[in-house]
């Protein structure tokens, strides 16, 4: 498959996030530490999540560093389970690409596209490929983020 029939483009890193049973912890050394800002919380039952959003960088070249604790511990998904929880990649087109990559054996994870906690449209990429579905994350969750017009002028 050439570049020239890919109907999207991945633009850069949107964000890292790192899970732990406790985000007090992460925020010593993510916070106080190395000096990022606290730019906003995310809660949600469904996804069992209590996160705080921190950020390096400014316009369209921030990065979001995302510190993940679970709800409860108990229930899945996971989000302390692996440290460097997921990547999140900037993409031009978010509906092209899920379009594209499903179509070309890509594996998502469960939930389809939808708003994250940033406010973007979000969908993820499944770490485990199946029969199905032979391409995955090899391990690691990657979450594909819809860039915003800012973003795609700068990196585009």
């Known amino acids: 498959m050439s570049a020239l029939q890919r109907p999207f483009k991945v633009l850069g890193i949107q964000q890292i996030a790192i899970g732990g049973p406790d985000k007090t912890r992460m925020q010593k050394l993510w916070v106080d530490m190395l000096g990022l800002e606290v730019t906003g919380t995310f809660k949600s039952e469904r996804e069992n999540v209590d996160e705080d959003i921190c950020a390096m960088g400014k316009g ?16 899945k998904p996971a989000v302390h389970a692996t440290p460097l929880n997921h990547v999140g990649l900037w993409i031009d087109d978010l509906p092209k690409a899920v379009e594209w990559l499903s179509a070309n054996g890509v594996r998502f994870a469960p939930g389809g596209i939808r708003k994250g906690a940033a406010g973007y449209d979000i969908t993820f990429l499944h770490p485990k490929s199946n029969d199905e579905f032979p391409i995955a994350g090899e391990g690691v969750l990657i979450e594909l983020v819809q860039a915003p017009a800012e973003v795609i002028a700068a990196l585009g």
């Open 60 to 75: 369209a070249f921030k990065v979001e560093v995302d510190l993940m604790q679970p709800l409860d511990p108990e229930k």
